[in-house]
């Protein structure tokens, strides 16, 4: 007993340090399934579209069967099957019953969370009827207001919707109200990737070059790495990837992304081609491509 309530003293400061990979580590080598819980929910909220899949999915196949159905360890379930693929569509029941579980448990935290992974997933597939669902909900998350990352939920949905139906000015005032400085920097981002997005998709490319090389150029995997450098050839500058030796970096890329799902890994890919192509080196295009691109499904 007196082991237990160590074990579960130390997996709480590690949360508390973000060491989620640690606290993991912990409870699953003491069994500790309840304290597993707890690190998944945190490991979803604050790495919904950059989630270490590997961790996650031996933390999973350490839970036994009985200890399974945990809401917390459903949503990480959840994660890891979007991250693997992002047009599988089953992640949408799973989300619906962990913000159901949730909310009858009075729990607006998680619940805010599953929403949140849910908009992801839809997003990913351009799915605008499951954005406006997952929209309504969150705004019925009780204490939606005053919650940092329920709040960032409500205020991201909003804003994909309003870009995916062609307002990427109206999505941009959206973010203007989320509150990023709240928020774990896995998330903060996501978000600022996706506003990199609508200002170029809105034709605010030096504000874009401005925004992704203040949040994005060390930050994050290649993914978010690229941006500012794609920003910078939107608006008509090439030089983020034409300068001294980096076109021949470019032939790394072709080897996949360390901690990146499925949908980054496509859109990394995709715009790496593009802007080589755009520069007349087709042979690297041709080498950077791979089979993600080829089964992409748009």
């Known amino acids: 007993q007196e082991v237990r309530e160590w074990t579960v003293r130390c997996v709480d400061e590690l949360i508390d340090r973000r060491d989620l990979a640690r606290a993991g580590a912990l409870a699953v080598t003491h069994a500790d399934w309840d304290a597993l819980a707890r690190v998944a929910l945190d490991l979803v909220r604050?790495?919904?579209?950059?989630?270490?899949?590997?961790t996650a999915s031996r933390w999973l196949d350490r839970v036994p069967p009985s200890r399974s159905s945990a809401p917390e360890l459903r949503l990480l379930s959840a994660a890891v099957r979007l991250a693997r693929d992002f047009a599988d569509v089953s992640v949408d029941t799973l989300v619906d019953e962990v913000a159901d579980a949730c909310r009858a448990r009075h729990d607006a935290d998680a619940e805010g969370v599953a929403l949140a992974l849910g908009t992801v997933a839809a997003q990913s597939r351009g799915d605008i009827g499951r954005l406006?669902?997952?929209?309504?909900r969150t705004t019925g998350v009780p204490g939606a207001d005053g919650h940092p990352v329920v709040r960032l939920a409500a205020r991201g949905i909003a804003a994909v919707v309003a870009e995916m139906g062609g307002d990427p000015e109206a999505a941009l005032e959206e973010f203007a109200g989320a509150p990023l400085d709240d928020v774990p920097a896995p998330l903060a981002l996501a978000a600022h990737?996706?506003?990199?997005h609508c200002l170029l998709l809105a034709g605010r490319a030096d504000d874009a070059v401005d925004a992704a090389e203040r949040t994005m150029a060390t930050g994050g995997n290649r993914h978010s790495r690229l941006m500012p450098a794609f920003a910078r050839w939107s608006s008509g500058d090439?030089?983020?990837f034409l300068g001294a030796g980096r076109v021949d970096s470019f032939d790394d890329y072709a080897q996949p992304i360390p901690g990146a799902n499925s949908r980054d890994a496509?859109?990394?890919e995709a715009c790496q081609v593009v802007m080589l192509s755009s520069c007349g080196h087709r042979t690297r295009s041709e080498h950077v491509s791979s089979p993600v691109l080829a089964a992409g499904r748009f």
């Open 238 to 240: 090439p030089s983020g």
């Open 46 to 54: 604050t790495s919904i579209s950059v989630l270490p899949v590997d």
């Open 266 to 268: 496509f859109v990394t």
């Open 193 to 196: 990737r996706f506003r990199v």
């Open 132 to 136: 406006l669902s997952m929209a309504a």
